[in-house]
């Protein structure tokens, strides 16, 4: 609807003398689709015109109403309620749907902007757990929403693969393991051993001080200690690959901690030579109290660097090295202080892109109601999660459509596509909950539920050309029923949606769009006759039914999702 809310924009710049560009930010959708289709508050206009708002509010619906461009507008206090012309609407939304086949309709504004997404970040040689999908398939929704409005965009996985815990693995691997059993499991192994040591730390404090002492070898370049390091990285990479592989999700860089090893003395160097480090306990840190934040540590006393010092190197190897413009972290919330504080840090250096860095941030993921947590071995692991939704899918086709054709394809595509829309439709600073029965649930907010409409569409369509009928390229839309226009009136803001969610970079609000369209979509299926209403009635709500299947199924790739034609 962005053609009418600005032409909304313009009708009461020209009754109230106020630039119409500084009034369509305002111009919402009014929560009851009762009250109108767009509306227009008039508060923020009373101090300047020296008016009540119904007084200006009348104003601009006079002026509407006498342009004939909208179908009516009522005054409601200080706000406007303006119904559109629904014909006009109906034929520039199937207009838009068949010249953008991909069915949502980006201006592409971030042509020119290459931006580093980094996301999902496992850690080697411990479990992809669900506790990672957060990052996981935010990041990749973040990543498609990115390119679908013009940006280039550079995924990057930022592994754990360096650290003191790598001492750990070392040592419980050479006092308990056994190489051919990792290489067997290698991660769930590896993660046993790593388990068992701190189990067995606790009566042997000794390990601790072994383990360390490993780690020291191996940053000094100590043969045995790289070499297993090395096979625990490959080990643990073909691994995360196959889960990767199974969510349809990329990355264009697995670059792990250890690659900005040798980055981070001339960081350190940077500044120095500005006169941003001070002396505290010791450690050489950045002081940021002049931002009410604690010191960021760039160097501790022992001579080691940490996190921060390495994200700092990342970020200048991210703009400078790869050209990019924006960087963009997708990180949980318990690191928002971190990020605040090298974002800082980068400023303080003369960056002028520290600006252009940005944490998205999200809530927990809990299993049953409860938190994970791998140092204590309490974890459950994604692909054991990803198999039992794809079986579970599988039954539910045997038992609802035992001859549909490829069913383990399908029911790989709706049960991956259950736990992946489970987390996007939630705000991702919210925590999800992870449940089975309400991830496979067909009726509910759900994945399957959303991919089983956009088949229910195809269906309709499919049966349409069996029987020879074709869709016309003119439609002259002379009527739309109530149940047609929830459908018109919910495709017609894609492209705000679209926009905002890029902006908030924020895929939940895609899944609410999908949401809302499968629901009103599913009123008109069952209220009103497709196949079998008269002409030109029949061409109007096939052509509406293609318009439906196209938004749903760009929707669904926005979010890494399939869309099946037949379930």
């Not at 059993?181 to 042997?204: I, N, T």
């Not at 000094?220 to 690959?241: M, N, V």
């Not at 991919?451 to 029987?467: D, G, I, P």
Request: charged share 25%; with cysteine; hydrophobic share 45%.
């Amino acid at each position: 609807m962005k053609a009418e809310k600005f032409a909304l924009a313009e009708l009461a710049a020209d009754a109230l003398g106020i630039p119409a560009a500084d009034i369509e930010p305002l111009v919402e959708y009014p929560p009851n689709p009762e009250l109108g289709d767009l509306a227009l508050p008039c508060f923020r206009f009373a101090k300047l015109l020296k008016e009540s708002p119904p007084a200006i509010a009348t104003r601009v619906a006079e002026r509407i109403r006498a342009s004939r461009r909208f179908a009516g507008a009522e005054v409601s206090g200080g706000y406007v309620n303006v119904r559109l012309a629904r014909s006009e609407v109906a034929r520039a939304v199937i207009l838009q749907s068949r010249e953008q086949p991909l069915g949502l309709f980006s201006r592409r504004r971030g042509q020119g902007r290459r931006v580093a997404v980094d996301y999902s970040s496992p850690n080697i040689a411990k479990p992809f757990g669900v506790g990672h999908l957060r990052s996981t398939v935010i990041g990749q929704a973040i990543v498609r929403l990115l390119e679908a409005d013009g940006c280039e965009v550079i995924g990057i996985n930022h592994l754990g693969d360096w650290g003191t815990q790598f001492g750990k693995n070392i040592v419980a691997y050479l006092r308990w393991g056994d190489e051919d059993v990792v290489r067997q499991d290698p991660v769930r192994e590896l993660f046993r051993l790593y388990v068992r040591f701190h189990e067995e730390a606790k009566a042997q404090p000794q390990l601790e001080d072994e383990a360390r002492m490993w780690f020291k070898r191996l940053e000094d370049g100590d043969p045995e200690a790289t070499r297993l390091w090395r096979w625990f990285i490959e080990e643990s990479l073909k691994a995360f690959r196959e889960t990767y592989d199974l969510l349809g999700v990329r990355f264009d860089h697995y670059l792990g901690e250890s690659f900005y090893n040798d980055k981070m003395d001339a960081v350190v160097d940077e500044l120095r030579s500005k006169g941003l480090l001070t002396e505290s306990d010791g450690a050489e840190v950045v002081d940021l109290s002049a931002w009410n934040m604690p010191p960021c540590i760039i160097r501790k006393s022992d001579g080691a660097t940490i996190y921060a010092t390495r994200d700092l190197a990342a970020a200048i190897y991210r703009h400078d090295q790869l050209g990019a413009t924006d960087l963009v972290y997708v990180v949980g919330a318990e690191q928002t202080l971190h990020f605040q504080q090298v974002f800082k840090v980068l400023e303080m250096m003369g960056k002028p892109w520290a600006a252009r860095c940005r944490h998205v941030a999200f809530g927990m993921m809990k299993y049953n109601g409860e938190r994970l947590s791998t140092r204590r071995g309490k974890v459950v692991y994604l692909e054991d999660v990803l198999a039992r939704a794809i079986s579970e899918a599988l039954s539910i086709i045997e038992a609802k459509n035992p001859s549909l054709d490829n069913k383990a394809e399908v029911a790989k595509a709706v049960g991956i596509g259950a736990v992946v829309f489970n987390d996007l439709k939630t705000y991702r600073m919210h925590d999800v909950d992870f449940r089975y029965e309400d991830v496979l649930n067909f009726d509910g907010e759900t994945g399957p539920y959303v991919q089983y409409t956009h088949a229910r569409a195809c269906s309709v369509l499919r049966k349409a050309r069996e029987q020879g009928v074709t869709i016309p390229d003119q439609l002259a839309w002379e009527q739309v029923g109530e149940r047609e226009w929830a459908v018109v009136r919910q495709l017609a803001q894609a492209d705000d949606i679209f926009e905002r969610a890029v902006d908030q970079l924020d895929p939940s609000l895609i899944a609410r769009f999908v949401l809302d369209t499968c629901h009103a979509f599913n009123r008109f299926y069952h209220d009103e006759p497709i196949l079998a209403a008269p002409e030109p009635l029949r061409s109007q709500r096939l052509a509406l039914t293609d318009a439906a299947r196209a938004a749903i199924s760009y929707a669904l790739y926005l979010l890494g999702l399939q869309a099946p034609e037949a379930m």
